[in-house]
């Protein structure tokens, strides 16, 4: 299915800055792809919409979820649920960092990765809270830092929206 998103005016183009113009290529994805209906909806639908705009998706939650709690909070909540998809849209869009970090975190709740809410949350558990210092930051705090040093507080809008502007095709029709 062709989910792309009508091709922004060329006038506009260069104004849209600071993630207007990735937000605009994941429009369309609104009520076609849930994260919130566990693994087998999630994996259902999000083959159903276009490649590109599912990985930029799945970065865009992961980056969301993991800068606003760290990664026990993204792993926790039904975002979790495309872990495997973000690892695979950082590396799509050329954040090779950011997907080599995601991918050591879901290595730590072991294979194959549970698309499960709550098998997550087992999984979880199992990795404990950490020490009395990091008693607040859950089982990643390594990771969660590694992130928040490399994500910088504009970076991922400002690469995303030059992945989008260098591939204009992929995203709109």
Known sequence: ???RAPRPDPKILPELKGGDLYRKAMEPLRGKVSIYDGGQAFLSQFIEVKREQGLLFAA?????EVCNGGFHQFFSNPTGVLAPE???GFEFIGMSEAARIVAKAVERLGAPYPRD?????EALAALGRGTDSEEEEGPFPDLDQEFYKWSGSTKFASQ???FV????????K
């Open 1 to 3: 299915m062709d989910t």
């Open 60 to 64: 865009f939650w992961c980056m969301s």
């Open 86 to 88: 973000a690892i695979r």
């Open 117 to 121: 809410q709550q098998k997550r949350n």
């Open 160 to 162: 995303a929206d030059d």
């Open 165 to 172: 502007r260098r591939n204009l095709d992929l995203f709109f």
